[in-house]
């Protein structure tokens, strides 16, 4: 079983440009959540999405976005990038979203704005 | 008061020996409890999820829920060098906290032989 597929692995972006970052989900998990971990603020929470909808936000700048596609797979966009973007990226799968089974995590995108 | 705190690191025990990893949360709603391993330079793995009050063992791992205390904890019994890793606390809310876990700020352990 396939698990959690995140692209790319590592991106360097200058600052006032945007990025990508896609997520596919483990087969049959509904659920996406992404979050953003860096070595002051830990792992934070940015959005989930389920079917095609976004069911729950994070406190982050509307420059956060994302969207997911009828297959579940989901992507991510940062607009406008500064500095303290610099994190890894981690998108989670699970079938519901509601706590049941766990989250599994993909290996991540680790993005450095320079 | 931060909503998921994990108690101070770093935690270095011998090999062999049990290591204790504990966790309070401030939300006394909340329904899922997890504990995940990450290895430096790689994601979160999953250990062990609760969900009752008590003990949930899975080989070396036994996790303890006491939701009265609001307190949830790892233990890692016969700690290996392997073991060595940053254990993270994660709390889910309920409700419409779709695919939300809060994290703890993790404890970092080291298992030295």
């Known amino acids: 079983k396939a698990g959690v597929t995140q692209t790319p692995r590592y991106l360097i972006k200058t600052r006032g440009q945007q990025v990508t970052l896609s997520c596919s989900p483990i087969s049959g998990h509904r659920s996406v959540s992404w979050y953003q971990q860096t070595p002051g603020q830990g792992l934070q929470f940015l959005f989930e999405?389920?079917?095609?909808?976004?069911?729950n936000k994070g406190n982050f700048p509307g420059r956060f976005s994302g969207r997911q596609f009828s297959n579940s797979r989901s992507e991510m966009n940062v607009s406008t990038l500064e500095l303290g973007d610099s994190a890894l990226y981690l998108c989670?799968?699970?079938?519901?979203?509601?706590?049941?089974?766990?989250?599994?995590f993909g290996s991540g995108t680790r993005l450095t704005v320079v | 008061q931060k909503e998921v705190e994990q108690n101070s690191g770093p935690l270095s025990v011998p090999e062999g020996a049990i290591a204790s990893l504990n966790c309070t949360y401030s939300?006394?709603?909340?329904?899922?409890f997890f504990w995940y391993r990450q290895y430096s330079g790689k994601s979160p793995e999953l250990i062990m999820f609760i969900y009752s009050n008590g003990d949930k063992e899975d080989g070396r791992f036994t996790a303890q829920l006491n939701k009265a205390s609001q307190y949830v904890s790892l233990l890692i019994r016969d700690s290996q060098p392997s073991d060595s890793a940053t254990y993270l606390c994660?709390?889910?809310?309920?409700?419409?906290?779709?695919?939300?876990?809060?994290f703890g700020q993790g404890t970092i352990l080291t298992v030295h032989p």
């Open positions: 999405y389920f079917s095609e909808t976004q069911r």
């Open positions: 994660a709390v889910y809310a309920g409700g419409t906290s779709y695919g939300k876990l809060t």
């Open positions: 939300d006394r709603g909340s329904q899922s």
């Open positions: 989670a799968s699970s079938l519901e979203g509601t706590g049941g089974n766990g989250y599994t």
